[in-house]
């Protein structure tokens, strides 16, 4: 079945950059997306088809696209980022898959 | 306002039934695919399934976890999706999320309800 493959955890320093990775063979011929989720609460959207970033979310939250990897990045990390990150695509076969997130840690 | 509430969670024993739903309202649900998603105590997100709309025939699709055991239907009359869980296994203990893609533009599941937890266990 198909992977989608994210590091456990990132830990960076207020005002930083944080990149989080996530590998799948598929993703240079599906979209990736990405959701935030804090704790006890739902997961939510801040970057959908690669790179484009939904109504609402703010501009240090880009993401990249290069081969079978993309990425999410937080410019400037602010505490209130402290979150697990989640990519999700799909391998064409009308199915939905989540890399195993990642923990982002704010030091 | 578009929102997404999900009901009927509880413990379960295994090889039970229980059936969620998730009631929409805000939008035009009939037109949306509607999708759950689950979440295991301390672990990732995971898909379960989706219904199209139908528009696109209604037809469903399964992660091959739950296949066999879990059916999703939709009432468009009433706005509300449901999830039929059927023999039911400790390792579905999880909370489960009903989304859809709301935003065209998006194409993506930017819509969630709150979750209703699920708890398999003798």
């Known amino acids: 079945s198909y992977e989608l493959t994210q590091p456990p955890s990132v830990s960076v320093s207020p005002g930083q950059t944080a990149r989080i990775t996530c590998s799948g063979d598929?993703?240079?011929?599906?979209?990736a997306y990405w959701y935030q989720q804090k704790p006890g609460q739902a997961p939510v959207l801040v970057i959908y088809?690669?790179?484009e970033r939904p109504s609402g979310i703010p501009e240090r939250f880009s993401g990249s696209s290069s081969g079978t990897t993309v990425t999410l990045t937080i410019s400037g990390v602010q505490a209130e980022d402290e979150a697990d990150y989640y990519c999700?695509?799909?391998?064409?076969?009308?199915?939905?898959?989540f890399g195993g997130g990642t923990k982002l840690t704010v030091l | 306002e578009v929102q997404l509430v999900e009901s009927g969670g509880g413990l379960v024993q295994p090889g039970r039934s229980l059936r969620l739903s998730c009631t929409g309202s805000?939008?035009?649900?009939?037109?949306?695919?509607m999708s759950w998603f689950r979440q295991a105590p301390g672990k990732g997100l995971e898909w379960v399934g989706f219904?199209?709309?139908?528009?696109?025939?209604?037809?469903?699709e399964y992660a091959a976890s739950v296949k066999g055991r879990f059916t999703i239907s939709r009432d468009d009359s009433k706005s509300i999706a449901y999830l039929q869980m059927n023999s039911l296994k400790t390792e579905d203990t999880a909370v489960y999320y009903c989304?859809?893609?709301?935003?065209?533009?998006?194409?993506?599941?930017?819509?969630w309800g709150q979750g209703t937890l699920v708890t398999v266990s003798s």
């Open positions: 999700q695509s799909t391998d064409s076969s009308d199915t939905w898959v």
């Open positions: 805000g939008f035009t649900f009939g037109d949306y695919v």
């Open positions: 598929a993703l240079p011929k599906q979209y």
């Open positions: 989304t859809t893609p709301y935003n065209s533009i998006y194409d993506a599941f930017d819509i």
């Open positions: 219904i199209r709309s139908k528009a696109y025939g209604g037809t469903t």
């Open positions: 088809k690669d790179s």
